[in-house]
C-alpha cells in the first residue's frame, strides 16, 4: 500500500496495462519496471536476482516444478547484511549444536517458505553449496535444518546463498517450552498407534465372537476369545486411556466438572464389567466400543492439538525475524554483530528506519524515534545525543549511535515479556459448552442407571445390572466430545490459511457472543500514519513540495512527498529539525513547515491561512504552512486518516451486538475526533499501560471483552481480556500476550474472525443437540434392556460419524 | 481347529512387534514433521533433476 491512496485528490497510480508475469516469483510485473527488449520479465531487483542465482546452479527445474504445482508466488526477498553474525562465538554457542565428526546442526526459519517447490530448491543446497551436508526443510513450520563441515564453509556463508535464492534465514530461538511440546506430541502420537491397534485387534475377536451368536461357536474358543479382548481392552484402557481417567481424576480433585468425568465413568465401568463377565463365563462384554471410544477420541483430541500447535509456531516464528543483528562499533570500525555478543557499555550504530535493539543513551546524533510500540503515542520524538532510548522503538531519523545499558533480556520490553511469560495465562479459563454439559450430563446418567435399577431390580437383579452397565457405556459422550474439538480446529485451520492465527480453540464461544470490544487506536482503526486531509491554497506548488520532502524519514514529509509526483528537477533542502524544511527548486525559494518556521523566517500570515490552520485544528490536524517566496501560498491539514474498511466493519460487529469502545494511549483529544467520526460513544485517550489494564478488567465483570492492540504498552490489557487480539506489525509482547494474531492490518479480519466464531458455534450446538439426542434414545433402549453389544458396536460410532461430518463443514463461512 | 490356541497369541505377537516399531519411529522423530514429506515424494530423482533440458 502506498501513501497515495490518501485522500487527497490526486490522479490514481498508474494501473498495469497488462498483466506479465515475474519469472521468478510469477506476481504481476509493475509497468515501471518492465522491459520490452528482454524475454524474462521480474517484479524487482530480488527477484531477478534469486532467478539468476538459481538458473546458475543449475536448478531451473524449480520453476517447472513450481508451475506443475499451480503456486501461487511469493517474491523474492533479500536480507540485510551479509549474515556475519551468524559466525560470532556468542550465536554458535547459543543456537548451533555440535554433532560427532566435525559436523554442525542448527535449525533456521527460512522467510519465504511457501510451497513445495520452495522445499525442492532449499534441499538442493547440499548439492549447489559444497559442505552442506544435509538441509531439512519443515514446509508447516517454515524452517530448516541444516547441517554442514564447519571446516569448509561458515554458517554465514550458507545463509547467503538462501539469501541468493530470495530467502531469508533467521535463528530459531532455542526454547524449552518447544521441545516440551515435541516431547507432548511424540507420546500423543504413540499413545493414537497404540489405540489402533487395540481397537482394530479387538474388533477381529468381536467379528468372530458376532458370527458365534449366529452359528455355534465352541467353549474353548469363546472363552479365549473373550480372555483375549478383555486383556487388550485392559491394556488400552490403561495406556491409550490414561489421560480421560486422569483428566476425570484432576476434575474431581478441583471439584470441577468435565467432559472427560462421563468418558471416564463408561471407560471404566464398561471395562470392570466386561472383565468380571470373563471372569465368571458369562455376560455380555464391550470391548470392542470401548477401545473404539478410546481411539476416536484420541484422534479428535490430537487433530485439535496440532491445529493449536501450528498457530503457536506460526507465532514463535514471527519472533525469530525481529533482528537479532547490531552494528557494533569497535575502534571506530563498524561490523555487524550477534545481539547475544552485545553487553552493557558497547556502542551500537541504528541507521534510519531501524528497529532499536537495546536499552541505552544516544551518545552521537540527533534523530527523532517512533516510540508507538512502548507508549502508544503516534507523533515522532525528537532525540539528541544524551537521550535515552529504549529497545522496540523505531529510528525515524538518521543515523545515530547508541552507548547500550542493557540488551536482550535485560532491557525493558525484554523484562515485561519475561513477565508475561511468567504470568501466563492467569485469566479465569472459559468453560466451554462442552463443559458446561458435562453436569447434567453425569447427573442424567446416573439417575437413568438409578431409574434402571430400581424398576427392574425386583424382577431380575442380573438383568438390571446388566441394563444399567449397557447404558453407562452407550451413553458416553463420544460425540459431545468430539464436536467441539473438532469444528474448532477445523475452522482454527482454515482461518490460519487467511492470515488470522489463533492459540487457543476456547477463544471462539466469547467471540459468537456479545463482548465488550476494546480498540487501541493506532493500527487498528486508523492508518498510523500521516496523510494529507485538507490542502487549502495554490495546488500548482504540489508537485515542487514533493520534491522537496522527498528523501526525509519523517512522517509529515512522507505523506507531503507522497502529495504528488515529483518533478526530476534539482532540489536543495535544507531541514529545521522540528520545524520544517526549507530549498530552492527552479529558482524559487519554498518553505515547508509549521508556523515557527514562518515566524522565523519573518513571513507574514495572511488572514485566510489562520483561518485553514483553525479548521485543520479543528479536525485534529496538524497545520503546515506552504511559503513560496516568503508568501505563504497554501496549507495543508495532516492527520492520521481513518482506515477505510473501519466503518463498516464496527457497522457489522455492533450490529453482531458488540460494544465497541476506544482505548488509547494517544493524546484524548485525538482519540476523542476519531470516536466521533466512527460514531464510537466511549473513549478513553492518553491511557497507560496500567489504566488500559484497570478497564479491561472493570469490563470484563460485565461480560466478556475483547482487546485489539499492538503495542508493547497494551499487552498486559491483552492478557487481561477474555480474547486478545494481537494485529500485524505489532510488537513481540503483544503477540505473546494475545490469543489471537491477524496478520493483516485493520478490522476486516477481526469481523470476519468474528463471522467464522458464530457459525463455529452455531455448529457445535447443532451437533451437541444432536449427540444429546441420540443418548437419550440410546439411554431409552438400555433402560428397556435392547441394548446388546452388537447394537451399541453400531450406533456408537454412527453418531459419532454424523457429528463428525456435520463439524467438518465448520468454517465454510467466512468471507461474504 | 485347536491350531487357533497358538495362531492367535502369535498374532498378537506380530501386531505388538508391529507398535514396538511405530513407537520407535515416533521416538527416533521420523513423525515430527507430518507435511513435508508428503510433497517430497513428488520431487524427481536426483540424477534426472540435474540433466540439462
Redesign the interface.
Known amino acids: 500500500m502506498t501513501a497515495l491512496t490518501a485522500g487527497v485528490e490526486i490522479a490514481p497510480p498508474f494501473k498495469e496495462s497488462r498483466c506479465i508475469e515475474c519469472a521468478h516469483c510469477g506476481l504481476d510485473v509493475p509497468a515501471g519496471l518492465l522491459h520490452l527488449e528482454r524475454d524474462k520479465q521480474f517484479c524487482c531487483n530480488g527477484c531477478e536476482a534469486a532467478y539468476e542465482a538459481i538458473n546458475a546452479c543449475?536448478?531451473?527445474?524449480y520453476y517447472e516444478?513450481k508451475s506443475r504445482?499451480a503456486e501461487t508466488g511469493e517474491a523474492a526477498r533479500r536480507g540485510p547484511g551479509r549474515y556475519t553474525e551468524f559466525d560470532d562465538p556468542a550465536f554458535t554457542e547459543r543456537h548451533i549444536e555440535s554433532l560427532p565428526g566435525g559436523a554442525c546442526s542448527v535449525e533456521l526459519y527460512i522467510e519465504g517458505v511457501h510451497c513445495?517447490a520452495c522445499?525442492?530448491l532449499l534441499?538442493?543446497l547440499p548439492?549447489v553449496v559444497p559442505g552442506v551436508t544435509i538441509c531439512e526443510?519443515?514446509?508447516?513450520?517454515r524452517t530448516a535444518t541444516v547441517q554442514w563441515d564447519a571446516v569448509r564453509i561458515a554458517l554465514s556463508e550458507i545463509c547467503r546463498a538462501f539469501d541468493r535464492f530470495g530467502y531469508v534465514p533467521h535463528p530459531v530461538e532455542p526454547s524449552a517450552q518447544r521441545d516440551a511440546r515435541?516431547n507432548e506430541?511424540?507420546a500423543y502420537?504413540?499413545r493414537i498407534?497404540?489405540a489402533a491397534?487395540c481397537a482394530?485387534?479387538v474388533m477381529l475377536l468381536a467379528f468372530a465372537l458376532y458370527s458365534g451368536e449366529f452359528d455355534a461357536i465352541?467353549e474353548p474358543?469363546l472363552t479365549?476369545f473373550r480372555w483375549?479382548s478383555a486383556g487388550?481392552g485392559v491394556l488400552s484402557l490403561l495406556w491409550p486411556g490414561k489421560p480421560f481417567i486422569s483428566g476425570a481424576i484432576a476434575a474431581l480433585r478441583a471439584k470441577v466438572w468435565h467432559l472427560d468425568m462421563p468418558i471416564a465413568l463408561a471407560l471404566v465401568v464398561g471395562t470392570f464389567a466386561g472383565v468380571f463377565a470373563v471372569a465368571r463365563g458369562s455376560g455380555e462384554i464391550y470391548f470392542d466400543s470401548l477401545t473404539m471410544l478410546i481411539l476416536l477420541l484420541l484422534i479428535a483430541r490430537w487433530i485439535q492439538l496440532r491445529q493449536q500447535r501450528r498457530a503457536t509456531d506460526a507465532i514463535e516464528m514471527l519472533f525469530s525475524v525481529t533482528p537479532r543483528r547490531v552494528r557494533l562499533v569497535r575502534a571506530d570500525c563498524v561490523e555487524d554483530a550477534s545481539i547475544d555478543a552485545v553487553n552493557r557499555g558497547d556502542l551500537v550504530e541504528i541507521g534510519p528506519q531501524e528497529c532499536v535493539p537495546v536499552d541505552g543513551v544516544i551518545e552521537s546524533g540527533t534523530t527523532s524515534v517512533d516510540n508507538s510500540m512502548l507508549s502508544g503515542e503516534s507523533l515522532p520524538i525528537p532525540l539528541t545525543s544524551g537521550d535515552a532510548v529504549s529497545a522496540g522503538a523505531v529510528n525515524l531519523g538518521s543515523s545515530i549511535r547508541v552507548r547500550v545499558e542493557a540488551a536482550g533480556r535485560t532491557t525493558r520490553v525484554g523484562r515485561l515479556m519475561s513477565d508475561i511469560e511468567r504470568l501466563g495465562r492467569s485469566r479465569t479459563p472459559i468453560i466451554g459448552s462442552a463443559d458446561k454439559i458435562a453436569k447434567p450430563f453425569v447427573l442424567g446418567v446416573f439417575l437413568a442407571s438409578g431409574i434402571c435399577l430400581s424398576v427392574r431390580a425386583p424382577t431380575d437383579l442380573g438383568h438390571a445390572l446388566e441394563a444399567a452397565v449397557a447404558l453407562l457405556i452407550v451413553c458416553c459422550p463420544c460425540a459431545v466430545a468430539l464436536a467441539t474439538p473438532l469444528a474448532t480446529s477445523i475452522a482454527i485451520g482454515r482461518l490460519a490459511h487467511c492470515g488470522i492465527l489463533i492459540k487457543g480453540g476456547d477463544t471462539f464461544e466469547p467471540l459468537a457472543s456479545t463482548p465488550t470490544l476494546l480498540l487501541d487506536k493506532t493500527g487498528t482503526v486508523t492508518e498510523g500514519r500521516f496523510t494529507i486531509r485538507t490542502w487549502t491554497g495554490d495546488e500548482s506548488l504540489k508537485p515542487a513540495v514533493a520534491a522537496l520532502e522527498a528523501g526525509s524519514s519523517h512522517p509529515v514529509a512522507i505523506a507531503l512527498a507522497a502529495v504528488a509526483e515529483p518533478p526530476s528537477t534539482s532540489t536543495q533542502a535544507h531541514h529545521h529539525l522540528g520545524l520544517g524544511v526549507t530549498g530552492h527548486i527552479d529558482e524559487m525559494s519554498l518553505a515547508v513547515g509549521s508556523r515557527r518556521l514562518m515566524l522565523d523566517l519573518d513571513i507574514d500570515e495572511p488572514p485566510w491561512a489562520s483561518e485553514a490552520s483553525h479548521i485543520a485544528a479543528d479536525l485534529h490536524c496538524t497545520p503546515v504552512f506552504i511559503a513560496k517566496n516568503n508568501e505563504i501560498r497554501a496549507v495543508a491539514a495532516l492527520g492520521d486518516a481513518i482506515r477505510p474498511d473501519a466503518m463498516p466493519c464496527l457497522d457489522e460487529l455492533a450490529a453482531a451486538g458488540w460494544k465497541p469502545e476506544l482505548l488509547s494511549g494517544d493524546e484524548p483529544r485525538m482519540v476523542e475526533h476519531t470516536a466521533r467520526s466512527l460514531g464510537i460513544t466511549r473513549a478513553t485517550g492518553g491511557a497507560s499501560p496500567e489504566q488500559k489494564l484497570e478497564r479491561v478488567a472493570q469490563a470484563s465483570t460485565d461480560g466478556p471483552t475483547v482487546m485489539v492492540g499492538d503495542g508493547v504498552n497494551d499487552a498486559p490489557a491483552l492478557s487481561a481480556a477474555t480474547v486478545g487480539v494481537a494485529v500485524s506489525g505489532g510488537a513481540e509482547a503483544s503477540l505473546m500476550a494475545a490469543d489471537v494474531y491477524l496478520s493483516e492490518p485493520g478490522l476486516a479480519p477481526l469481523a470476519d474472525l468474528a463471522r467464522t466464531a458464530r457459525s463455529v458455534t452455531r455448529r457445535i450446538r447443532l451437533c451437541l443437540g444432536l449427540a444429546i439426542s441420540y443418548n437419550i434414545v440410546a439411554g431409552a433402549l438400555a433402560i428397556a434392556g435392547f441394548i446388546s453389544p452388537l447394537l451399541a458396536a453400531v450406533i456408537m460410532p454412527a453418531s459419532s460419524l454424523t457429528v463428525l461430518f456435520i463439524a467438518l463443514g465448520a468454517g465454510k463461512a467466512r468471507r461474504q | 481347529m485347536t491350531v487357533l490356541f497358538i495362531v492367535l497369541p502369535a498374532a498378537l505377537l506380530l501386531a505388538a512387534a508391529a507398535v514396538g516399531g511405530f513407537i520407535w519411529m515416533v521416538r527416533t522423530g521420523q513423525c515430527d514433521d507430518l507435511d513435508t514429506p508428503a510433497y517430497r515424494i513428488l520431487f524427481d530423482d536426483d540424477g534426472q533433476s540435474k540433466r540439462d533440458r
Do not use: P
Not at chain 1, 543449475?58 to 527445474?61: E, I, P, S, T, V
Open positions: 543449475g536448478l531451473r527445474d516444478l504445482l513445495a522445499v525442492w534441499e538442493k548439492s526443510v519443515d514446509l508447516s513450520r515435541k506430541d511424540r502420537m504413540i498407534g497404540v491397534a482394530g485387534n465352541g474358543y479365549l483375549m487388550i
